[in-house]
């Protein structure tokens, strides 16, 4: 195993230098870094020594070995301890906090410290989680173990916790979102108790989103089934001038894009009745048009013209270009409760080409001719990549994503569609 390489530790990373071969054993890793950290000493590196140290530990006997380094080189005590200390002063997360308290207890395990000196660190340690958790600056999430630290599960740095929580709902953040922990915590506590209560209470500011309904359930099934209604639009929607294949194809359309609506298959109260009327839909295919391309010698890439051609050969291709067209229009009109509410006309063209190459072939002075199978230039490239056909099909798609665009400016749609 080749060992020029970079050893992470305790999120550190340590370049081990010596090219040599790395012991496999836990024991000769440990005596490993041990010398290593021996060497730091001896030339006044303490940031790398504390690394190597740190090595050491982590690995069994490293604990006889961390010690016999302080008895041989007494500052090496104090650049740890230095270490240790910056270590806890650097936490700010509840994710820091917690992986130094194992580094805490590890340290504490190996001895290599008296039982004072480790109260110390720890106490350091917990006074700072105290205060940063209820000020913000060591922010405690509803995810992160409180257990390493006991005065955190106090009524009041539990609410510093939840609060948290709760102001990352009421954002409009679509990540991280600790929906589900809040929720878990308040089956904890009881949803009856105050402060089950009080987390019902501000539910409504937390812009609670569709797809966490299911969540918010298990604890407020009563307001997730009135958030759920809320977030609905019933809607019947009707096509005119159009056959029973436009209506399932913009049906289906509608579904896949449109978020909130439930398609009814007839109106009533409380359902919004949606008209798409087809008043134009001209589908036209563009004849092919063939062009032949003609380059001489010294128009090709030199060195495809030096390699696959003979002198003053040209290279001949044609290229076959075509499209498709439709041209559409389309009313979008929308009632509620007998009123019209939204009224609009979308027109327009959408077209697509498409051109592709054939037939290349060199052909000599002679007159002779033979395939030639490669690209001759830039031009040809250009003229030669881009699709290769077009389908009227893709076309009506295009035609029906305006028309969903035109659907999702109807009020009430468009309300319950950007809830999420």
Request: hydrophobic share 40%; net charge neutral; charged share 25%.
């Amino acid at each position: 195993m080749d060992f020029c390489k970079t050893l992470s530790v305790f999120g550190f990373s340590i370049l081990l230098n010596a090219c040599a071969t790395y012991p496999q054993n836990p024991e000769g890793q440990a005596v490993y870094h041990a010398d290593q950290a021996a060497v730091s000493l001896s030339r006044g590196d303490s940031a790398s020594a504390v690394y190597q140290i740190d090595a050491v530990l982590i690995r069994p006997t490293g604990d006889v070995k961390v010690k016999k380094l302080f008895d041989e080189y007494p500052a090496a005590r104090g650049y740890y301890r230095s270490y240790l200390e910056g270590r806890i002063a650097d936490v700010s997360s509840g994710y820091q906090a917690q992986e130094v308290f194992k580094k805490l207890s590890l340290v504490k395990a190996a001895g290599v410290f008296s039982e004072d000196q480790m109260n110390d660190f720890f106490t350091a340690l917990t006074k700072l989680v105290i205060s940063g958790n209820a000020s913000g600056a060591v922010p405690f999430e509803l995810d992160d173990r409180t257990d390493f630290f006991p005065e955190l599960k106090s009524p009041v740095h539990q609410q510093f916790i939840v609060n948290r929580a709760i102001k990352v709902l009421q954002g409009h953040s679509a990540t991280n979102r600790p929906i589900s922990e809040l929720m878990d915590y308040v089956q904890r506590i009881g949803a009856n108790s105050v402060e089950g209560v009080r987390i019902e209470s501000l539910l409504p500011t937390m812009n609670i989103r569709r797809d966490e309904l299911g969540i918010v359930a298990r604890t407020f099934p009563k307001f997730a089934a009135a958030r759920k209604e809320e977030m609905t639009t019933r809607v019947f929607m009707q096509v005119k001038n159009g056959d029973r294949i436009l209506s399932d194809d913009l049906l289906q359309m509608l579904r896949s894009r449109v978020r909130g609506v439930e398609w009814v298959s007839s109106g009533g109260p409380k359902v919004v009745t949606l008209v798409i009327e087809r008043l134009r839909n001209d589908e036209r295919v563009l004849p092919e048009r063939t062009e032949t391309i003609t380059y001489s010698h010294g128009e090709v890439n030199f060195i495809s013209a030096a390699l696959l051609m003979p002198r003053n050969a040209s290279f001949l291709y044609e290229v076959v270009s075509g499209g498709a067209e439709v041209e559409y229009g389309y009313v979008i009109s929308a009632a509620a409760d007998g009123k019209t509410i939204y009224d609009e006309l979308i027109r327009g063209r959408v077209s697509g080409e498409y051109h592709r190459c054939q037939n290349d072939r060199i052909q000599n002075v002679f007159g002779g001719v033979s395939s030639a199978g490669f690209i001759a230039n830039n031009d040809m490239q250009n003229r030669c990549s881009g699709p290769s056909s077009t389908s009227i099909d893709d076309l009506r798609k295009d035609v029906y994503s305006k028309v969903v665009g035109g659907v999702l400016k109807v009020p009430p749609i468009k309300t319950t569609h950007e809830l999420d």
